[in-house]
C-alpha cells in the first residue's frame, strides 16, 4: 500500500472535521490552547498591547511532512485601539487551508473590552478546480478583575461557508467559549475554558504557565479526549523562542516552535505614559 494515498484521506477527513479549529501558536499550543495564554491575534488581552510585535509559529503533526502547518502574527497597537493581522496555512501541494485574520480590539473602561475580527478562508483539495473561499465573523469579551479575567468568545457568528464538489454548501459551526484566569502571583497563573458548538458535546481547555525570570514553563490539557501539552519559552529583550508539544492518543506528537520579536517602544510614547 503506498503511504501517499493515505496522508491525502486521513488529511482530507481532518479538514472537513476539524476545519473549524484555528491553528494555535505556539505558546498557547503549549497551555492547553487556551485563549488566555494567546500572544498573538486570537487572545482576550489583544486589548492591553502597547507596543508592535510579531510572533511566528511553525510546526508538523504527527512527524508528517504533509501535515504541517505555520503561523504569522502581527499586532499594531493605535492610539485608541489594537489592530492585528495573522495568515496561517496548514497541508501540503493536494490538500492545503490557508487562513487570513484580521482583529481589531478596544478597551471599553478599565475593566472592559470587546474586540471583532473577521477571518476568510481559502480550502484547497485534490479535485476541486479552484480554491473554495468562506468569511466568518468572531466576536470577544473581556473583564478584568485585580485576581481574575473573565472572557467570553464567539466564533464563526456568521460564516458565508463553501461549496463542495457536487455544488453542495458547508458552513463552521459556530462556537462558544467561556474562560476564566486566575492570576495568583506575577509569576504563576492558570486558566480554565469550556467551549462548546452546534449539535456537539461539551468540551474543556485547561493551562497553566510559570515564570522562573526569563524563562516560561508552561502545560495543560484538553478534550475529551484528553490531549495533554507542555512547553517552555525563552524572553529576551526583544526576541522570545518558544517550544511546544501536544500528544494525540494512538496518532501522537503535533510539535511547534515559534519566535518572537518586541519593537522598542518610543521614548515619547514612554514619556506619555508616566505622565
Not at 478562508?121 to 480554491?131: D, F, K
Not at 504563576?188 to 456537539?200: G, I, Q
Request: proline fraction near 3%; hydrophobic fraction near 40%; aromatic fraction near 14%.
Amino acid at each position: 500500500m503506498k503511504i501517499i494515498p493515505v496522508f491525502i484521506a486521513f488529511f482530507s477527513i481532518s479538514v472537513f472535521n476539524g476545519s473549524a479549529e484555528t491553528t494555535p501558536n505556539c505558546v498557547r499550543a503549549s497551555a492547553g490552547e487556551c485563549l488566555a495564554y494567546d500572544v498573538g491575534t486570537e487572545g482576550p488581552l489583544l486589548c492591553d498591547a502597547k507596543v508592535c510585535r510579531l510572533y511566528a509559529t511553525f510546526g508538523n503533526h504527527y512527524l508528517a511532512q504533509e501535515l504541517s502547518h505555520s503561523k504569522l502574527e502581527a499586532i499594531i497597537p493605535a492610539r485608541s485601539l489594537v489592530f492585528a493581522v495573522d495568515m496561517d496555512w496548514f497541508g501540503y501541494a493536494l490538500y492545503n487551508r490557508l487562513r487570513t485574520h484580521c482583529a481589531l480590539s478596544k478597551r471599553l473602561s478599565g475593566h472592559c473590552a470587546i474586540g471583532v475580527g473577521f477571518r476568510l478562508a481559502s480550502l484547497h483539495y485534490e479535485g476541486n478546480e479552484r480554491r473554495s473561499l468562506s468569511l466568518a465573523e468572531d466576536l470577544t469579551f473581556l473583564y478584568q478583575g485585580r485576581r481574575t479575567n473573565l472572557y467570553a468568545k464567539g466564533e464563526n457568528l456568521f460564516d458565508t461557508g463553501w461549496r463542495g464538489i457536487c455544488g453542495e454548501r458547508f458552513k463552521e459551526p459556530m462556537r462558544t467559549t467561556l474562560g476564566v484566569q486566575f492570576l495568583f502571583s506575577e509569576s504563576v497563573s492558570c486558566a480554565l475554558e469550556s467551549y462548546w458548538e452546534e449539535e456537539r458535546n461539551l468540551f474543556g481547555r485547561f493551562g497553566t504557565c510559570y515564570d522562573i525570570s526569563k524563562f516560561q514553563l508552561r502545560c495543560g490539557a484538553m478534550g475529551p479526549p484528553i490531549s495533554p501539552t507542555f512547553g517552555c519559552g525563552f524572553l529576551g529583550r526583544n526576541f522570545r523562542l518558544d517550544l511546544s508539544a501536544r500528544w494525540i492518543r494512538n496518532l501522537g506528537y503535533a510539535l511547534d516552535c515559534g519566535i518572537g520579536y518586541t519593537f522598542n517602544k518610543k521614548e515619547s510614547e514612554v514619556l506619555l505614559i508616566n505622565e
